[in-house]
């Protein structure tokens, strides 16, 4: 059984001043849950539907979690999801892995990330495109809100995401800094190098005058109609797919 | 001044059912109201802040709509957004466009579609890589749920979106239709046709079997990482940019 207290602290985690308080973050739905319960990540709660656990009787990690089997409506109570039919994970928050520049690859940078939706985006085309780590500037939202670990279907287990600041950062890197711009080169033709830190500026700014000295190279994504720009996960994916494609 | 029973009114069509018996539905958001505003779109009431109206005193269609001064309380209260700093619109639901099928160009297809932010980031990416019509199966997403319009970032207006029993349009068809598959062929090397349907499958279940015997080519996002997939409307972003890239 779970106590109303405990739905009520499941609830709370919800924000940033509770997870931070507590080192707990929220795991929901299905994919997300599977990840997590099969990696080295520690658990504390799972509230899991019967369907869920008849479906994955396996999971690494379920012995060592405290498990509760839930209703949907339980769920609905104690999580931020509309429907949800596998369960909620309350999970430890583990420590920050510190950012070393190793370079000798292609890091996502992003600057004023403000949607949760779009960092989790962001994490899961990252964990396509074989990219380990993401800078995000401080003021950017926060990796353990409910819908950031949602929407990334579990590659917040394999990418790294940091916050820095970004011009420090930059004032010490060893390899170039890409920006998309709209007069920017033409990223189909421009040559991309195979390394380096692919930058985003904010969802509705763009990138700020603070960081436009350290930009080595500016390209854009061709545009054959009316649309004035691309979301900002969108516009990452494709970059990333020209500098993949590139390579080959 | 805005009566009670306006916001209920407003509120309402927040609902596909209210949309559907009225005929109206909500557009929020600064670019989007722009865009609105400055089309033929017939538009029956904006509730539209100071700082709005003092940004854009020029819109084409202002004088013909009933505008209402409004503060952020107000649009809290009887819209969908959560912080909305520019106004809302109730607009009118356009009669719906005849598909018929154009055969020297690109159309985006999806079938089952079922989020609404990935629908709007659809139209926002078709209006971006100049592609004028979207055909969905007919238990899609409604096009004018508040959500769509929102994400659309005013593609809305430019893209025609179709609802339409697949298997019957390609039963009919004379385009090859192109499906995404995780087998299928490397979309970086793979010859594209400049014409043709692109089929993006549902969120979760992919292309259904109903639809596979209409499929001429099968093509795959080269996968560099662990991610199981991408969000369907990155995906669909990144098999455009490289039709176009193809092509030229």
């Given at each position: 059984?779970?106590s109303?207290?405990?739905?009520?602290?499941?609830?709370?985690?919800?924000?940033?001043?509770?997870?931070l308080?507590?080192?707990?973050?929220?795991?929901?739905?299905?994919?997300?849950?599977?990840?997590?319960?099969?990696?080295s990540?520690k658990t504390?709660?799972?509230?899991?539907?019967?369907?869920f656990?008849?479906?994955?009787p396996?999971l690494k990690?379920?012995?060592?979690?405290?498990?509760?089997?839930?209703?949907?409506?339980?769920l609905?109570k104690?999580?931020?999801?509309?429907?949800?039919e596998?369960?909620?994970?309350?999970?430890?928050i583990?420590?920050?892995?510190?950012?070393?520049?190793?370079?000798?690859?292609?890091?996502?940078?992003?600057?004023?990330?403000?949607d949760?939706?779009n960092?989790?985006?962001?994490l899961?085309?990252?964990?396509?495109y074989?990219?380990?780590?993401?800078?995000?500037?401080?003021?950017?939202?926060d990796?353990?809100?409910?819908?950031v670990?949602h929407s990334s279907?579990?590659?917040?287990?394999?990418?790294?995401?940091?916050y820095?600041?970004l011009?420090?950062v930059?004032?010490?890197k060893?390899?170039?800094?890409?920006?998309?711009f709209?007069?920017?080169?033409?990223?189909?033709?421009?040559?991309?190098p195979?390394r380096?830190?692919v930058l985003?500026?904010?969802e509705?700014?763009?990138?700020?005058?603070?960081?436009?000295?350290?930009?080595?190279?500016?390209?854009?994504?061709?545009?054959?109609?009316?649309?004035?720009?691309l979301?900002?996960?969108?516009?990452?994916?494709?970059?990333?797919?020209?500098?993949?494609?590139?390579?080959?």
């Amino acid at each position: 059984m779970v106590s109303k207290k405990e739905i009520k602290f499941i609830r709370s985690l919800q924000s940033g001043k509770h997870r931070l308080a507590t080192g707990f973050f929220l795991v929901e739905g299905e994919k997300s849950l599977v990840e997590l319960l099969n990696s080295s990540w520690k658990t504390e709660l799972a509230l899991l539907t019967a369907a869920f656990l008849n479906k994955y009787p396996n999971l690494k990690n379920i012995r060592k979690t405290r498990i509760i089997e839930a209703d949907r409506e339980l769920l609905h109570k104690a999580g931020s999801l509309i429907t949800n039919e596998s369960g909620i994970a309350v999970a430890i928050i583990p420590a920050a892995v510190q950012f070393i520049e190793k370079s000798d690859r292609l890091i996502l940078a992003a600057e004023n990330l403000k949607d949760p939706g779009n960092l989790g985006t962001l994490l899961r085309i990252a964990d396509w495109y074989g990219i380990r780590e993401i800078l995000l500037s401080e003021n950017s939202v926060d990796l353990y809100n409910p819908k950031v670990i949602h929407s990334s279907m579990g590659s917040f287990l394999r990418v790294h995401v940091h916050y820095k600041n970004l011009v420090k950062v930059f004032q010490n890197k060893h390899m170039p800094v890409i920006g998309t711009f709209p007069e920017g080169e033409n990223i189909y033709i421009s040559r991309l190098p195979d390394r380096g830190y692919v930058l985003m500026g904010n969802e509705s700014q763009g990138i700020s005058d603070e960081l436009l000295p350290w930009i080595d190279l500016r390209v854009s994504i061709p545009r054959f109609g009316k649309a004035e720009s691309l979301n900002v996960a969108v516009a990452a994916a494709v970059i990333l797919d020209n500098f993949m494609r590139n390579r080959r």
